[in-house]
Every structure is written in structure tokens, then in C-alpha cells.
């Protein structure tokens, strides 16, 4: 991808250059108050990034709804990226990936005691929201770093360690959706991704050319992974110790598959093969007669499938599977953890601004 964008940087750069303009006017306009940015009095944090895609949105949202929700009504809102409807939708338990998107109903299968919705107009979304339930207590905005038009209490600025804002350049040429520099809107700046064991000095290395401002609170966190999760039956975990070394199918329908591939090539087993498929993508049966053929064809006695939860949730619709193929169909769940010790000190700041607002 890289190769293909230098080789195509006459066309790109400039296009690049005039939607950074474009970009920088609009951002300007929201800050001399020109557009209007709509407050409520409710805390709002939001939850976004500045690259496009695979910073780990999701697991941190499902972080922040793990700390909140036994003391607080939590409420997540987002878009509903690729769904197949408009307008304003408040999840139930039965909503599909096609009415709300992958990633809510996702969020609202692990925890149906909160309220999800999806509004691409989230100052609507808000107003929908409170008076669905007004007495909710807080809203995460999920993916709204760019979304203006609503004037978040605490927000959340994710970087992927791997894809670091100063290598990058703004779209097409680059993956900024807007410019590094933008970054001083945020409260709070994670770097997420980062090596288990990073030491301090990396991560003061990663700090000095991030540069953030003097009222940032910066805090690196990484992935761990739990037990293999069965796609379509939920009762038989199995834990990564107990797998011996089998062959391993990846299916993957995310923007950054690497991390995934990368554990299981160091803790389950490097004969790995690798079905990668765009982000978000809409699994189709002929792509499940692909997957079963790509399977069928891995010469083992010991063999599974592993997925991403998240794509879990997209594989899971289809019934019309072999039995054999749904019995060795593994997704792995993901969960943040915070380098140094940081977590008390993460948690302490979301917990005091939502109590005090």
C-alpha cells in the first residue's frame, strides 16, 4: 500500500494537500466559533482518532463501560459504521449487524444493560437518547473525534503505537483523517497497541516526538487475550494452554489484523495461514464456502479456525454450516491493559469527571 501510494504521490499529494486545507478552515470555524458545537448537560466523553481505522476504539469503549457501568446508566452512541439503515436506532437484543452496525451490536450483546444507539447526527443522537432514558447518567461518543458538532466533556484521542501521528501524513496520501497537530483537542491521549513490555525510556522516546501539550494526560496501553470463545457455541471455551500446537485458519474482516496474527504466531502456533478480507467487511455464504474449502485443504489431525470477536458477530448468521467447521470455529476476545500501572490513575480521571459533572 505504501509503494502503491509513492507510486501515485503526483496525484495524491495534491488532493491531500487541498483536503488538509479544507480540513484546517473546518476546524478553524468550530474554534473561533463560526459553526456552532452544541454542549448538554450531561458528561459526554468521546472516544476517537485522528488515523483511519485499527486503533482499538472498540476494546477501549468496552474498557470505559466496565469501569462506569455498576455505578453509573451508560449510554453508547455511534454512527453504526456500514449498516444498512438511517437515521436514529436504539439497540434492543435482537438488533442485527445490518440494523446497527457490527460494532454497537457488539457492544450491546456484552452488555445488554446498557443503552447503545446509532444516529450519524449525534446531537440528535444525544436528544434521542435522553429522552428514550432520561436518566442516563453519561454517553460515550464512539469514533466522534471529527464529529464537531457536539462539544464532548472529556475526550479521548487513540493512537496506534505502531502507526505513530509524526510518520503520517492526512488522506489520501497518508491515513490522518485530519491534521496531527489537531491532537490539542484531546484530554487525554492513549497510545494503544504498545509492547507488553515496553521500557520507559521507548516510551519516553515515543512521548517526545508525540508532543503533547502540557494539560495532556498520555497513557500507553496494550492487549491481552483471553480463552478461545466457540463463534457458534458459546459453552465450550478452551483455554490457549490446552491447544498443544495446532494449524490455525485466521480469518480477519479488520483494518489492522497484524496484532492478532502476531499472538497466536508466539502463543499458539506458527503454521498459521491467513484469510484477510477488508474492514467491516459483510460476509457472504460463498466467502463460508471459501473458508471451508481453505480449510478443508490445511493437511492436519489438529486444526481449528480463529477469528476476531469482532468478526464473530458477522459469522455468526450463518446456520447453513458444516458441523465439523462450526465445532473448530474460535474467535479470541481482547481486553486493555495499561502499561506502568496507569490503570488507577486512567480510571480515577474518567470516574471523578463523570461524578463531578
Sequence with gaps: MRLFRIMLSPILLPISLLYGLVVFIRNRFYDYGLKHSSKFDIPIICVGNITVGGTGKTPHVEYLINLLKSDFSIASLSRGYKRKTEGFILSTSESTDHEIG??????????????????????????????HNPNINAILLDDAFQHRKVKPGLSILLVDYSRPLHRDFILPFGNLREHAFEKKRADIIVITKAPTHLSEADQMIFLNKLNP????????????????????????????????????????????????????????????????????????????????????????????????????????????????????????????????NQADIFNQQIIEYVRKN
Design 102 to 131: 457490527d460494532e454497537p451490536r457488539q457492544i450491546k450483546k456484552k452488555f445488554p444493560e446498557i443503552h447503545v444507539a446509532v444516529d450519524a447526527y449525534r446531537t440528535n443522537g444525544i436528544k434521542q437518547l435522553l429522552l
Design 213 to 340: 501539550c502540557s494539560n495532556q494526560k498520555v497513557f500507553f496501553s496494550t492487549f491481552s487475550y483471553g480463552n478461545l470463545v466457540p463463534v457458534f457455541n458459546h459453552d465450550n471455551v478452551i483455554a490457549v494452554s490446552d491447544l498443544g500446537n495446532p494449524s490455525i485458519l485466521m480469518i480477519s474482516g479488520i483494518a489492522n489484523p497484524k496484532p492478532l496474527k502476531k499472538y497466536i504466531t508466539e502463543n499458539i502456533s506458527k503454521n498459521i495461514q491467513v484469510l484477510e478480507y477488508s474492514d467491516h467487511y459483510n460476509f457472504k455464504e460463498s466467502d463460508f464456502k471459501d473458508i471451508e474449502k481453505k480449510f478443508k485443504e490445511i493437511d492436519s489431525n489438529s486444526k481449528i479456525i480463529i477469528t476476531t470477536e469482532k468478526d464473530a458477530m458477522r459469522l455468526q448468521k450463518f446456520s447453513n454450516i458444516a458441523n465439523n467447521v462450526k465445532e473448530l470455529f474460535f474467535y479470541i476476545p481482547i481486553k486493555v491493559d495499561f502499561l506502568n
